[in-house]
């Protein structure tokens, strides 16, 4: 029912240190409060955050993360890109909990990856189909899991993106302060045609100019569940719409929900919970 990847530590796989994940990644302006792609440095505490340090050597990018969110004590949820595909390379360690992108937290070895068997890397109608993936440690952390909603919400709800990507359209300059940006569930004919589904959230940034980049594939997009507290709905996965910069039109979040039965029979079966 899904796909077994190798060990993170033997990793040569996908495309660009999550540059199709412009979609849904803040690219934040480093050195300022304001960033993301206009986002700000967070304002809370999200333990549940986690960074998966990569590099595409192949692509010019040898200092690159991907964004996760830890889901149980010993399983981050991340995007299919990235940690499959044509050039990426793993450095074989998760880490979770930290505001700061290479200290803090907790860090732990990828034991193995589980690739939705339904993962399609493409452009357009097909981008990044079933964009979704499993990492599990290999010991637990202490910090505390991210719920998966329920449902995700109508359009109009309330979101937020959290990540360590890029600062700047079109670079490489990624953020080492944990960067948050407000935005929206949108309706699917805010995004491209034929992009959004019910497995695929279009994303509306509440803030002009501003959205998720590269380098924030596979990261929390998250709604306000019960107590108030925050729930996992969306992970970043790309562009909205093609050809657009990454602040400069829609991102594109593979609804964790929707998977939400895959994911916990993954774990089920392969020593989770």
């Known amino acids: 029912m899904f796909s077994l990847k190798s060990s993170g530590r033997r990793a040569a796989r996908t495309a660009a240190v999550g540059v199709l994940a412009v979609a849904a990644c803040s690219t934040l302006m480093a050195s300022s409060a304001e960033a993301i792609v206009n986002g700000r440095d967070s304002t809370e505490r999200y333990p549940f955050m986690a960074v998966i ?8 990018v040898l200092d690159g993360n991907c964004g996760a969110s830890l889901i149980d004590r010993q399983w981050v949820l991340t995007a299919a890109h990235c940690v499959t595909g044509d050039g990426l390379e793993l450095e074989g360690t998760v880490r979770i909990g930290s505001e700061h992108r290479k200290s803090g937290g907790t860090v732990r070895g990828i034991d193995r990856t589980f690739v939705h068997p339904g993962y399609r890397n493409g452009e357009n109608k097909t981008a990044n189909k079933d964009d979704i993936a499993l990492v599990r440690l290999d010991r637990p952390v202490a910090q505390q899991p991210v719920k998966i909603a329920d449902r995700a919400g109508g359009p109009g709800t309330r979101t937020r993106l959290v990540g360590f990507g890029t600062t700047v359209d079109g670079e ?43 380098g924030d594939s596979g990261g929390p997009q998250l709604q306000k569940g019960r107590h108030d507290k925050w729930e996992l709905v969306g992970v970043t996965s790309g562009p909205g719409a093609r050809n657009v910069p990454c602040s400069g039109g829609p991102g594109l979040y593979t609804s964790a929900p929707a998977y939400a039965d895959w994911i916990h029979r993954t774990m089920r079966h392969n020593g989770g919970h």
């Open 172 to 214: 490489m300059k990624f953020a080492e302060r944990l960067q948050e940006l407000d935005t929206r569930l949108g309706a699917r004919s805010e995004c491209a045609p034929g992009y959004a589904n019910s497995t695929r959230l279009c994303t509306i940034s509440l803030k002009p100019g501003a959205m998720a980049c590269s």
């Open 53 to 60: 340090p990569e590099s595409a050597p192949k692509h010019g």
